[in-house]
């Protein structure tokens, strides 16, 4: 029988106390150890902006696990306050510091996992060490910010950045009542998806008081009285620091362990390192995107959890493999929420990739006549010829997350828009439409794919292109494109003469519904015309983005 290992685990939270539990569930016999330098083991990171905010008033609701519970349950030391400062491989040992006495000492291991985390990105500008200036990594982070806040009576907040955790700590900061400025260095918040998708998500951050100042970096923070001041123009009480993280990879560099090319930890399908006696897994680690096929850093719990599952299968002798990953990912701002899985445009690009087409639509989250049906902005991306979905972006107030799990659970399988066609999903007034959204999405797709729908887009039409708008003549008049030639839908047969002959017609509407008509009726009369995807909502958003860029 295989002698059971000696096992050490460097962090906590979850990939390392995923891996723990997991191991011990496979192995009663492996003695398993987890040093973290923190004071916990196991919490909900993801909750820490929410209990700044008092939406998750008690700080315990956040403690998913202590040590003794490890202990007690699963027979796992666990050593908090604990860092593990060197690795030695060549003897299997790590030294390990005791942060409370000063004390260190070393251990030995037969098999090493490092599941040292990210740490919050804090560049070297002036004024980031004045008191005031918070990064959220750690209960310890929010116990000071809500201690900054009670202290100072704050009325005003700076957020620097505009991913996950710069977007929550300034919603959350706003239901505290406080005025939040959200400084970004870009041209757009949630810089992970297409920038036209996001233009309702900054419309509705400002609805709500979030002041934007796009395309401005942070300079730095000066001390003036008792206020402090951003990059010499923006007085306010505490600043938070949401610039994205960086992986912690300062031991397995020390250590040897080679990294990839975006800074991780490089790891094998089963989590090994370089070294074949130490894994690593979790937001150090770099992992591969399974649909541009490159190694990405993905800062997620999910991919983490599951990567610690791995890890320790593999040390109990199964033979699990991690398929990588499609980064599926929610975010909830207020009452809106946005999600994405698989691809955005801009990483397709980035990867080289040229083969893909794209649809818009802006459903209902349900039947229209059922009271409060809320508009879906929904973006796919499909390869071509063979409609294999790339992935899916989402902006709505309410179904977004079902909407990017369906489309999730279809790209881990290898679906494409024709599957999307038949989904049969569930289906009652108040929750959707027997045609669902989804539905109309693989509609659209592969209707272009069999040739029945010829796509053009706002972003890509020609300087002299022919612009139809078959929308009522009101609609027109609130708002169309410069250029565009109006008639409506119903009188469009009789209307043949005004068109060109030679050249093409593109065609939208309010949506894309009446230009989806409009196209098939001047497709069988000879015309040449192609759907403008996602009709004027659609030209809205990409015209707003542009703005900013």
């Known amino acids: 029988m295989k002698k059971s290992p000696k096992v050490i685990i460097v962090g906590g939270v979850a990939g390392g106390a995923s891996c723990a539990a997991r191991l011990r569930r496979l192995d009663e016999q492996a003695c398993i150890t987890v040093y973290d330098r923190g004071p916990f083991v196991s919490f909900a990171n993801c909750g820490l902006p929410y209990h700044v905010g008092e939406v998750i008033p008690n700080e315990a609701s956040l403690l998913l696990a202590s040590p003794q519970l490890f202990h007690d349950r699963f027979r796992i030391g666990v050593l908090v306050h604990h860092e593990v400062t060197a690795i030695h491989g060549d003897s299997k040992t790590v030294t390990v510091k005791n942060l409370l006495t000063g004390e260190s000492f070393e251990d030995s291991y037969d098999v090493l996992v490092l599941s040292p985390g990210a740490a919050p990105i804090k560049p070297d500008l002036p004024g980031l060490d004045l008191p005031g200036v918070f990064t959220v990594r750690s209960i310890p982070d929010t116990r000071e910010i ?147 096929d490159t190694d990405i850093l993905l800062a997620l719990a999910g991919p983490a959890n599951r990567q610690g599952r791995i890890a320790a299968d593999v040390i109990a002798g199964r033979d699990s493999t991690f398929r990588g990953v499609q980064g599926a990912a929610i975010c909830g701002l207020f009452d809106l929420a946005v999600a994405q899985t698989g691809a955005t445009e801009k990483s397709l690009q980035r990867a080289g990739i040229a083969d893909y087409e794209k649809v818009y639509l802006h459903p209902k989250h349900h039947v229209g006549y059922y009271p409060g049906a809320q508009t879906l902005h929904l973006k796919l991306l499909f390869s071509k010829p063979d409609g294999r979905i790339l992935g899916m972006q989402a902006v709505g107030t309410t179904d977004v997350a079902r909407k990017i799990d369906v489309i999730s659970a279809l790209i881990q399988k290898g679906g494409t828009v024709f599957d999307l066609e038949e989904v049969e999903l569930c289906y009652a007034p108040q929750f959707g439409a027997a045609k669902d959204a989804l539905n109309y999405a693989g509609f659209i797709a592969a209707n272009h794919l069999r040739g029945d729908l010829p796509l053009s887009h706002w972003k890509m039409l020609p300087a002299d292109a022919f612009l ?47 230009a989806y008509y409009a196209v098939r009726l001047l497709l069988q009369h000879g015309f040449d015309a192609r759907d403008i995807s996602g009709g004027w909502i659609t030209a809205e958003m990409v015209a707003a983005s542009k703005l900013v860029t």
């Open 146 to 292: 809500r201690g900054w806040l009670a202290k100072t009576k704050a009325k005003h907040a700076v957020v620097a950045g505009g991913g996950f955790i710069g977007l929550e700590m300034a919603e959350n900061l706003r239901h505290l009542g406080l005025e939040v400025t959200l400084v970004q260095n870009g041209p757009q918040v949630m810089i992970s998806m297409d920038a036209e998708m996001v233009v309702p998500l900054q419309e509705h951050l400002q609805k709500n008081g979030i002041q934007l100042r796009l395309n401005t970096a942070l300079t730095g923070v000066t001390q003036q009285g008792s206020k402090l001041l951003v990059n010499g123009l923006i007085e306010t009480d505490l600043v938070i620091l949401g610039l994205g993280v960086r992986p912690e990879t300062t031991l397995a560099k020390a250590a040897g362990l080679t990294l990839g090319k975006r800074g991780g930890i490089a790891v094998d399908s089963q989590m090994h390192t370089s070294d074949p006696a130490i894994f690593a897994i979790g937001d150090a680690v770099e992992v591969h995107d399974i649909i541009t």
């Open 468 to 514: 139809l708008d078959v929308r009522d003549e009101d609609e027109f008049a609130e708002g169309h494109a410069n250029g565009a030639v109006n008639i409506p839908l119903p009188q469009l047969r009789d209307r043949f003469a005004e068109l060109p002959e030679n050249k093409a017609l593109h065609v939208y509407c309010g949506v894309g519904q009446r």
